[in-house]
């Protein structure tokens, strides 16, 4: 062998016999868990709770959701939550993000009547994790409106942002004590697009390419008003903050041509910074480029006015800077084309505004749900782009996370791998100077995954959903985590705990 061939085959054998380098998470990072209020919680009609979108629906037409299921029961937190606790004990947990439903609190959706016994389960839940040193951190609104609301026209009323702060004040005022940080939304995108602009989620208005508009609209004016009320009369004494949580794919351009580029930027106008420009983005406002695409369209399509609203300049200044963090749901991406990948988009739609297609590639590691990849380096592409295009708010990572079948094994290898690549990304992110303050897997638990039912499953506990108890057991990915959080590093794939026992760690 000749010498040079020789020493470098010692140097990459030196290379690799070196251990992993152990880069830590920040002190102050905190790891957590979310979930949302009807995906866990059941007793959907106890002790005073008032119907929500969901209940409403599923209960209409059960053929609406894929396995005919509905969130009844699902894991049944509502009298489980002690064991819910336990489990974020042995992970470890330093916070738990988790949604208020707003008629178990408020049953006609209005603050004319507050139902105690939903009080004394949120107080009760709050209570249980603070006495373990786990922070709660508070969804308003994870998208099981009060039907009551609804038949008023839910998110295309224009009094719904008043409605929605009447709500935050009553949320504020009652556990503003002990929750510190408020999320007013979760996912704009899958609340205005999904379910107003489209069939694919609750309430299935289906008014495409104006009932998202709308909703948009009067989403982020509650966003506002709710945020103002926190900044004026609960912060000063309570000392909390308040932010929005998007979702964002990570969108990357078919080829380096230009109107592939332009795509992608159109796409990410349409599918995120429509909700976020006119709060985190210096100028306010919609998009510009999306505002004049819709308004070019609608005029071409005979409407009098444009399809989009728009602020009026007080209304633009009242929003504008409402944040104190921004609040990251990601899990995949796509591939985005100027001309390829299009399907005959309904007309009108946000999709025939912005015009552009999406694809996948089919080698990406795949997740049981259809749209669920793991695409390199996406989560750490997306806090680059939002840390640049809104000059580096403190960004949390409010949901992750990976669907596996509902009769995978516990040993979710996959999932594993999914999350010890997302926490080198997230490791590479703050490094690179993002200001990443958390992270909240997706999910502590399985539950009610919407229109999938129980088909597709997240949960670093799996529930057995044929049980009366609703019975947890950590997955392998259970035992990861808590190895993540335990050591504060990005812990390698192949770990593998020594025994499959969960205990709390004193401590915990
Ligand atoms: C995001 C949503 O916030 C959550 O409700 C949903 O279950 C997960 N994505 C997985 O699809």
Redesign the pocket.
Known sequence: MKLSILLSVLVIAAASAVPRQQRQFPDDFIFGTAT?SY?IEGAWDEDGKGENIWDYNTHRDPTIIVDQSNGDVAADSYHNYKRDVEMMRELGLDCYRFSLSWPRILPSGFPNHINQAGVDFYNNYIDEMLKYNIQPIVTLY??DLPQKLQELGGFTNPLFEEWFEDYARVAYSLFGDRVKLWITF??PK?ICYQGYGSVTKMPQVNATGIGEYLCAKHLVMGHGRAYHSYNNDFKPSQGGQCGLTI?LQWYMPDTDSEEDAHAVDLMNQATWALYTDPIYSPEGGFPKELSEIVAKKSAEQGYPRSRMLSFTDEERVYVQGTYDFLGL?H?SGNIVSATRYKEPYAVPSIYDDIDVGWTVNESWLKGQ?AWNYLVPNSLYNCLTLLRQRYNDPDIYVT?S?W?GAPDASLIDEDRVTYYATIMEQMLAAIDEGVKLKGYMA??LLD?F??MKGYT?R?GLYAVEFSSPERTRTPRLSAFFYKEVLRTRTAVAADYRPEEFTMKIDEGH
Request: no cysteine.
């Open positions: 949302a995906q994870h998208w979760n996912e899958e979702n749901n899990y749900a949901e996370g669907s997706w999910s539950n995954e919407w597709e997240f």
